[in-house]
């Protein structure tokens, strides 16, 4: 308990302050009872995404675990356990080093086109210009059209016979081209597809980053004579960083995963021109007759490894070279 005086007329008067006093959350059972009421109420919410969230995603990664080790076609009772066998034959297969030359390939065009049209489009968008919204609608406007969709799209525009494409290269004097029925073009059509269907993502991801960067910067290199080139490359670029990490991180994992463009486009051809890793563990899989799970299972395995260790150089490497705004 404190005491202090205050002054009056007459003199000093003691006055006395009381110390507040600690809630204790409750009294008695009530509040024990009202707490096992919310932790019951907060598990029933919880729950049903639980339980799918292990049924449909973790149950079927530890069983391709397991399948990874074994022979198994899911139809068969036999399922011997071959060990390692499956990851050796990886070392042994032709088509996976193709696979492997082919998934690097499209990762290597896939992901900085994606970051550089995305940044070019952002920059371009980022002023107060009429119509602003309906163009930053119409980019964004990629990433809500199908796969499917898109496929389609693309089939039609380069085909060789009377696609859209072929027609402007006749018109400026250049030879028809074959393109998705190019052992040499294909992989490149593939790029292109996606990453017009990615630009969108990139775009607003960049927009964002590009409205908080302080203007405050920009005007003062402006007042010392910085060009607008020297003032986006010494300034904006490097406050654009994380955003570039975070596209890097999430385009490369889409690109290693690539699948629905060459299946809907090119089922893997002409002559294998197009195979990534994940369309031959499909191929493995469900594509043939012998349904060979095991070294499905296998490849997926070799896919996440190769993953988790890109991720963490794209990250160890990036914490060297991002710039965090305080």
Do not use: C
């Not at 809500?144 to 525009?157: C, G, K, M, Q, R």
């Amino acid at each position: 308990m404190a005491v202090r005086f205050l002054p009056v007329r007459s003199g000093l008067r003691p006055v006395t302050r009381r110390r507040p006093a600690r809630y204790r959350g409750g009294t008695g059972g009530k509040g024990i009872r009202s707490r096992g009421r919310d932790q019951a109420a907060a598990w029933a919410f919880v729950t049903p995404a639980t339980v799918i969230i292990m049924l449909f995603g973790v149950a079927p990664i530890a069983w391709s675990a397991v399948l990874s080790f074994q022979q198994n076609n899911l139809f068969s009772a036999s399922t011997p356990f071959v060990g390692l066998t499956n990851y050796r034959q990886m070392v042994h297969d032709p088509v996976i080093a193709q696979a492997i030359e082919h998934t690097i390939v499209y990762t290597a065009l896939f992901v900085p086109g994606t970051m550089i049209v995305g940044l070019l489009l952002a920059v371009a968008m980022n002023r107060k210009i009429r119509f602003i919204s309906f163009y930053r609608t119409a980019a964004y406007a990629t990433m809500a059209v199908s796969t499917i969709s898109e496929a389609l799209v693309f089939l039609w525009l380069f085909d060789p016979s009377y696609g859209i494409v072929n027609y402007g290269l006749k018109l400026v004097g250049i030879p028809q081209q074959q393109f998705l029925n190019s052992t040499s073009e294909a992989l490149f059509v593939i790029a292109i597809m996606t990453i017009w269907g990615w630009t969108g993502f990139a775009v607003v991801i960049y927009l964002a980053a590009l409205q908080g960067v302080p203007q405050v910067l920009t005007e003062a290199a402006a007042i010392d004579g910085a060009s607008r080139w020297a003032s986006f490359r010494r300034i904006t670029l490097p406050l654009l960083s994380p955003a570039s990490l975070f596209l890097v991180v999430w385009l490369t994992i889409n690109a290693l995963q690539l699948f629905d463009e060459v299946y809907l486009s090119t089922r893997g051809g002409p002559l294998g021109s197009t195979t990534v890793l994940v369309y031959y563990l499909y191929q493995q899989a469900f594509g043939g007759a012998d349904f060979n799970f095991g070294y499905a299972s296998a490849i997926a395995y070799f896919l996440f490894l190769i993953l988790v260790v890109i991720t963490a150089i794209e990250f160890r490497v990036g914490r060297r070279l991002v710039h965090y705004r305080s």
